[in-house]
Nanobody, 120 residues
């Protein structure tokens, strides 16, 4: 499984950005997928997860602002980020893991991350 995150960039506080995760080497629709983020000196943290049949979970810090979705036909998972804050600045990674009991558990497959910077 190969994953590639894209779409990062610079956005002003209060702005929006959508990042994408593309998969190859697998049938993406079979998998649960999560978005994680990491800043220097901190552990990678779960942002949002989506099951193969569309159930979702979010970190408390992004609930109501971020939306995870998927397009199985195109082998893509998206993270729409609205009302962004400087603390959303991080490298964002996608991951093929496991969704169970309303929670997402990271698996072994990570894509190359994409940098998101929220700054004026």
């Amino acid at each position: 499984v190969q994953l590639q995150a894209s779409g990062g960039g610079l956005v002003q506080p209060g702005g929006s950005l959508r990042v994408s995760c593309a998969a190859s080497g697998t049938i993406f629709s079979f998998h649960d997928v999560g978005w994680y983020r990491q800043t220097p000196g901190k552990q990678r943290e779960l942002v949002a997860g989506i099951s193969s049949n569309g159930r979702t979970t979010y970190a408390d810090s992004v609930k109501g602002r971020f939306t995870i979705s998927r397009d199985n036909a195109q082998q893509l998972v998206f993270l729409q980020m609205n009302s962004m804050k400087p603390e959303d600045t991080a490298v964002y990674y996608c991951n093929v893991g496991r969704y169970s009991g309303g929670k997402f558990y990271a698996g072994n497959y990570w894509g190359r991350g994409t940098l998101v910077t929220v700054s004026s």
